[in-house]
Each structure stands twice: as structure tokens, then as C-alpha cells.
């Protein structure tokens, strides 16, 4: 069995049915001046059940390509939206 990536992050933006894009934040260290600075990266999440709302907080578990950009699927809520 392989490993299956999981990342969290927060939902930006309903695209669609059954589709919701999430933005992940990552802290890395800067070569040079070794500050942390803050890094993003947007993943397309497949909802199967489409329950996201913008502002959720969710966890995200890799799957088979489900399309061009989506491989990615909803695995828990973390926190909804306020």
C-alpha cells in the first residue's frame, strides 16, 4: 500500500459542483536572510457530497486523478466557516 499525501488547508472558493479550491500555507526558512516567510500553493479538492463552504478549515487526502487538476478529494472538516 502507498503512502497518501495530506495536506490542510482552508477553502477559497466554491468552483463549481462538486469542486472547492483550497489554499495551503506552508512556513520555510529564507536562504539568505533566515527569516521564516510564508509560502501558498492552491489545490483543487474533490467534495463529493459538496458540504464546503468558503472559510472551512478541511484535510485533504491524495486519490486518483480525477480530472486535469484535481487529485485531491475531501477527507475531514476541521473547522467550518464563522
Sequence with gaps: ???KREIQGTVIKKA???TATIVVERRVMHPR???TVKRFKKYMI???NN???VGDEIIA???RPIS???SFRLKTVVT???
Design 1 to 3: 500500500m502507498t503512502h
Design 16 to 18: 463549481g459542483e462538486k
Design 33 to 35: 536572510y533566515h527569516k
Design 46 to 48: 474533490h467534495d463529493e
Design 51 to 53: 458540504t464546503l463552504n
Design 61 to 63: 487526502i491524495e486519490c
Design 68 to 70: 486535469k487538476s484535481k
Design 80 to 82: 467550518g466557516a464563522e
